[in-house]
């Protein structure tokens, strides 16, 4: 598992609205790929934090990987379980805010 914090991915909703997300981070669960995403800008309509949870796709050599919904239950929880296991594993405690430079 490792962290992408440059990419971004834009997500096409069902009411075919764009959402443009961060990659949080690109992770393992059971011998599949699976992509964790952030909305980059949040409205007062959202959720903060929401992370999505997608599996990731192989289109072959020279192609972009793709995304796919994940529609089982059991595999949703093995991802879910996998990316909280990497978000556990993460050093985000540490951080002070107040030495940050403004």
């Known amino acids: 598992m490792f962290e992408n914090e440059s990419l971004t991915v834009t997500l096409t909703l069902e009411n075919d609205e764009e ?20 909305p980059a800008s949040a409205d007062e309509d959202s959720e903060d934090g929401q992370i999505y949870l997608y599996r990731l796709t192989d289109n ?10 994940i529609t089982g239950d059991e595999e949703f929880e093995r991802a879910s379980e996998a990316f909280n296991d990497w978000m556990d594993a993460q050093d985000f405690g540490d951080i002070d805010l107040d030495d940050i430079d403004g």
């Open 19 to 38: 959402l443009e997300c961060d990659v949080v981070a690109i992770f393992e669960a059971d011998s599949r790929q699976y992509i964790a995403l952030l």
């Open 60 to 69: 072959g050599e020279g192609e972009e990987p793709g995304i796919e919904n």
